[in-house]
Structure formats: C-alpha cells, structure tokens
C-alpha cells in the first residue's frame, strides 16, 4: 500500500520540484525490501518510538517548506491533491481537513466495508461542526505547525482531532476541502475493526474514563450501550444493511466498553495497533 501511495504522488499535478515526500518508518527493525524504490524527492527517516505521533513529529521536524500536507502510507491521494490543497491555503484557510473516500480492497468483507463507509471519516462534519480532522488528509501551513506544537505521544488515538482542535482554539481558521481528495482503504475482515475498538477505546480510558468516578463510569456505559434504533430509521440504507450494522455497531461497543474496564481493574496493557 505505501508503494501505490508513492506512485499517486509521482503523478501529482503538482511539479515534483514544488514538493518532498518524508516516510516516517515506525518500526526501524522493518527494514525495506531491496525492490523498493523511493521517488526522487522523497526520503526515509526512522522512528523508533511507537505510535502514529511519534511518526508525525519526527516529520514536523524535518519538514523544510512552508506547508505540510499528512496522509497515511495506505491512503491513496488523488492526482489533484496537493495542488487542491494548496489552492485553499491561498484563498486564505490555515489548515484544511480534506475528503476522504473508502474502497474495498480485493479480499474484504461486505459487512466491514459497509461499515467502514457509513461511519467513519466523515470529513465535512468534522471540520465545519466539530473544529476538528483526521491526519489522514490534513493540509496546514507550517508557521500552524510551530505554534501549535507537537502531536501528543503519549495518546493511544485521538491525537489528530486534539491537535488540530487546539489549532482552530488558537484561531487559525480550518476549512473541509472537499476537491482534496485521498482514498482511504476499508479494513478487511470485521476482525480489523474490533482490533480498532480495543484500540481507540484504550484511548479514551487514557484521555477521560480512567479519571471518572464509579456513577459516572456507570452512566457512560449506560449511554454507550444503548442501542442504536436510530440506524433502523435510515433511508439511505436497504433493510439487510441496516439489520446487519445495528448488531455489528452494538456488539463494537460492548468490545470497547470490556476493554476500558479490563484496563481499569485487571491492569491490562493499552493496544497500541
């Protein structure tokens, strides 16, 4: 997947000259095949320190132009991308959250994609409701970048929509990009998605419930574990979607909530992938 995003920003209509292409390896025990060829503008650095973050600074910080424009090495940006992106900057945003599409690679599951589609990304909403974007398309201006400051890495999730959160706090106007486009590939096997749950669910433990009293833990599980009716009210989903993702967004939360309270009381360790 990274090599396919290498080669959706070769073509970029962007000159090759007008960018560079910094590759965060998170795992330097990784190494990269001798059939892997970088593009010309483009260099590899290492980071051991786990987590996405960690990745992120370390490109902040070499980053030598006057924008950064992150994508993850599975995304694959469309050939307008960073001229798109550029485009807005000009017309005087400070960051842009860009439109991100999913598609189902060969081998994925109906049930998974469905999901992955419906619910996640939602782009538009996060940025113009929320003040908020993932950095799986997210253009800012790197004088942004400096005054925000780094990505916080001790985070397990959310440290994209804290980040630029306390950008739009600090009043740098963010705009949702919707001709900046990067397709996003859906996970595979709903296995994918409880490995997710568990994962951003540790996240929100470390962010907020751990520090929440008995009652309030209590209501917020309450509040969690409803179930979700309003899905079978959906008109833009046939009868069988909406049964299958009624049971599958229960059964994903009742996987997060376990998890939160394992980490809790049984002193499990926070899963990081």
Avoid at 54 to 63: D, E, H, I, T
Avoid at 74 to 79: A, L, N, R, S, V
Avoid at 96 to 101: L, Y
Avoid at 155 to 174: C, H, I, N, P, R
Wanted: with cysteine.
């Amino acid at each position: 997947m990274l090599s396919k995003c290498l080669r959706a920003l070769e073509v970029q209509t962007l000159p090759k000259d007008d960018f560079e292409i910094l590759v965060i390896n998170n795992d330097p025990n990784d190494f990269p095949p001798d059939s892997f060829i970088l593009p010309s503008n483009a260099t590899l650095l290492n980071q051991p320190r786990p987590g996405s973050y960690s990745a992120r600074n370390l490109g902040l910080k070499k980053s030598k132009f006057d924008v950064i424009a992150f994508t993850d090495s599975d995304c694959i940006p469309d050939k307008h991308w960073l001229e798109k992106g550029l485009s807005h900057l000009e017309n005087g945003a400070d960051l842009i959250g860009g439109r991100v599409e999913f598609f189902k690679e060969e081998g994925g599951d109906d049930l998974t994609f469905l999901f992955e589609k419906t619910f996640n990304f939602n782009q538009k909403r996060n940025v113009e409701d929320r003040g908020q974007s993932i950095t799986a398309n997210l253009f800012c201006k790197k004088e942004v970048a400096d005054k925000v400051g780094p990505f916080s890495e001790n985070l397990l999730s959310g440290g994209d929509f804290e980040w630029t959160q306390k950008a739009v706090k600090l009043g740098y106007k963010m705009v949702y990009g919707h001709d900046t486009l990067i397709y996003h590939p859906a996970r595979k096997e709903f296995k994918d998605l409880i490995s997710k749950k568990r994962r951003t669910s540790g996240g929100m433990y470390y962010r907020f419930f751990g520090d929440l009293s008995a009652w309030q833990k209590l209501k917020f599980t309450a509040n969690i574990l409803r179930p979700r009716i309003s899905l079978l009210f959906r008109k833009d989903l046939g009868f069988s979607d909406k049964i299958n993702l009624f049971f599958a967004v229960w059964y994903l939360e009742w996987v997060g909530i376990k998890e939160m309270y394992l980490l809790a009381h049984q002193g499990k360790s926070a899963q990081r992938h």
